[in-house]
């Protein structure tokens, strides 16, 4: 069966309009019934609303404007097998050009693939996708919108005294296809128009304070270990009855290790409080919830992933427990080895209005206030709290 454009008319509509079932039983003798189509194409157990319905595809089959395409009369099949010998017939893409560009890609040590945006009827990307499926690609496709053209019509049937109203669908499809040597995945994110990936650019003025903050940081824990490396050589130093260091000043030692005892007691309390808590009925009720999570699963691998590297990147489905658990697990780690005073988690949110509520949950979850341990930034708390959000 080859292109009839009346077939290609009445097929592409009844796909999309009511005449579906009737086309579906008849296309054969519609195509052959050319100029007398009522008496070839009606069956007799059919309706007379199906006879206008056919009358109207008759009447409208010369508007090839709005009509599909006959591809719907091929099987896939015959579509495959009769590709090299009707090569784009009625298509718009060059397919020529395609299978230049898919050699090509074949051929490069670089290239893994080849993204395309143009809008293309959608004979075009099966064309295209079969082209590229011969030559051993992987194929990936996504439909971004489609723009229907309608067109209402209505026909007075004058002998019957009603009125036929349908639609004429035709789509051009905008899609993104993807030809690659490697297999793809589902869900392109980079793809996707509708959920673009923002460019997270970071000012630089932004990057010196953070960088100052940091050296900051470090200079501080030097000279803290330096301190400690100094009172022990001190106590040697005595011991040896040799001359005590002079450029110490005492001061400020004093406060560091003041700081230090409370920062101690501080941590010893926190893991009273995590231990009971953990161990009352709420919390165990939370605590049940909180294992029910994905994020629990991986709680292990994430504090030793955490542990071994400077820079731990976690991503996860929506509602696994990013946001409330990891903190938690890395807090919850540090208050039961006895450092939980002493370590510092901030945890960014890209809105306020969701930092308050998280801290919120997870000062919950942690049978706490707000602004025990967990704080929301900046934290009026009098003691400084050791997760921030
Ligand atoms: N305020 C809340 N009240 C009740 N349950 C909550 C609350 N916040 C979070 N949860 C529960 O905790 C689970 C984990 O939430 P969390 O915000 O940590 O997930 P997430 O992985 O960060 O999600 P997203 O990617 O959307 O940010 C949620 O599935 C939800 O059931």
Redesign the pocket.
Known sequence: MRSNPRLGFLLACGKKSLFHALLLNKKYAIARGNGDLLSTAIPSSNSFASLCRIFAAYSFSGRRAFCGYAVEQFSDDEYECDYDNHKASSSVCNIDEWKWKLSLLLRSEKDQEIVSRDKRDRRDYEQISNLAKRMGLYWWAKHLHSIRLLVYNVLAFTAFFFALKFCMCSEIYGKVMVASKVPLPNYRPDLDDKRPQREVVIPLSLQRRVEGLLQEHLDRMQLSSEKVRGTSSDIKVTDRGEAVHSNEDPDSFLDGSVMEKILQRRSLRMRNMQRSWQESPEGRKILEFRRS?P?FKEKERLLEAIARNQVVVIS?E????????LPQFILESEIESGRGAFCSIICTQPRRISAM??S??VSTERGEPLGESVSLFPSLSPTPCVLSF
């Open positions: 999570l994020a996860g929506t509602g696994c427990g990013k946001t409330t658990q509520a998280v919120e949950r």
